[in-house]
């Protein structure tokens, strides 16, 4: 086979099958190439499940972008650290009769107007999906975000989501040779939570900084106290129903599934001398 260099658009397959209870999970991770960067502009990745002939998608992400060169461009300017900053204070070289900035001039050339940067971002986990629309205007809300995250997160944050669906929920009936009604019933009712408390703080204070740029910590100290717990039922049942005396026969499976994983950390990250506590 011939590789392909990281800009070549590729897709990718994994299927993980257990042949003794008929069960199949299958992988998916596509991206298209860019045209301006080696950052794909589009990318997929899903994961679909096939339980002895039934087939259901459990999740999905994609990603897509117009022109992810700009996109990245525009998400940077955002950001100002210590030596960018310092830089503006240098003092500036003897200009150039002919610099490029001079030559644009004289020939009276007009630049080209920058194209909006579009993109968009869908998740498809949890029983629903999400849909997130990105332009110009909302990566230069960056900024003022991040700030009130610090406002609030500075003096410790409390946070909570519970999701409740059923991925699976199944019933089916008809009759047998023998006359007698058949029935077959199949339900997942899943639980998912997490939450806890967060506190972040940083020096100097991102929440007193500038809502135009996001100016670069040189310290970062965050705890968090988080709670995980996903819990999971599966019943079925199958059997029939004798109409004679209104009376059932059946056979069935209960498969209980629970996670309770408690999560305490703190970290130190020195960003001006490179070093990490935890």
């Known amino acids: 086979?011939?590789?392909?260099?990281?800009?070549?658009?590729?897709?990718y397959r994994r299927a993980n099958n257990v042949e003794d209870m008929n069960l199949a999970y299958h992988q998916q991770l596509a991206y298209i190439g860019s045209?301006?960067?080696?950052?794909?502009?589009?990318?997929f990745y899903s994961i679909d499940r096939n339980w002895g002939g039934?087939?259901?998608?459990?999740?999905?992400?994609s990603a897509m972008s117009s022109s992810i060169s700009d996109l990245l461009d525009l998400a940077y300017d955002q950001f100002n650290n210590n030596q960018r900053q310092n830089s503006k204070h240098r003092p500036s070289k003897p200009s150039n009769e002919?610099?490029?900035?001079?030559?644009?001039?004289?020939?009276?050339?007009?630049?080209?107007?920058?194209?909006?940067?579009?993109a968009n971002i869908m998740i498809s986990a949890l029983g629903n999906k999400r849909f997130f629309a990105i332009d110009n205007h909302t990566v230069e809300q960056i900024p003022q975000w991040i700030k009130r995250a610090a406002n609030s997160l500075a003096s410790g944050e409390s946070f909570n989501y519970t999701k409740f669906y059923n991925p699976i929920s199944i019933s089916l009936g008809f009759?047998?040779?023998?006359?007698?009604?058949?029935?077959?019933?199949?339900?997942?009712?899943?639980?998912?939570?997490?939450?806890?408390?967060?506190?972040?703080?940083?020096?100097?204070?991102?929440?007193?900084g500038s809502s135009?740029?996001?100016?670069?910590p040189d310290v970062i100290k965050a705890s968090a106290d988080v709670q995980?717990?996903?819990?999971s039922k599966t019943q079925a049942q199958m059997g029939f129903l004798t109409p004679s005396n209104q009376r059932s026969?059946?056979?069935?499976?209960?498969?209980?599934?629970?996670?309770?994983?408690?999560?305490?950390?703190?970290?130190?990250?020195?960003?001006?001398?490179?070093?990490i506590e935890c």
Do not use: C
């Open 249 to 275: 026969y059946i056979a069935g499976l209960d498969k209980d599934i629970q996670i309770n994983l408690p999560i305490r950390g703190e970290v130190k990250i020195d960003i001006q001398n490179n070093k």
């Open 212 to 216: 135009n740029q996001v100016e670069i």
């Open 54 to 61: 039934l087939k259901r998608h459990n999740m999905g992400v």
């Open 228 to 231: 995980f717990v996903y819990s």
């Open 35 to 43: 045209d301006d960067s080696l950052t794909p502009s589009n990318i």
């Open 1 to 11: 086979p011939n590789n392909y260099g990281a800009h070549y658009s590729k897709n």
């Open 98 to 118: 002919w610099s490029p900035e001079k030559v644009a001039n004289m020939l009276n050339a007009q630049p080209n107007q920058a194209e909006q940067v579009e």
């Open 175 to 208: 009759p047998t040779a023998m006359g007698f009604p058949f029935f077959y019933e199949l339900s997942n009712p899943t639980l998912f939570y997490i939450g806890g408390e967060a506190q972040v703080q940083t020096k100097p204070d991102l929440a007193r």
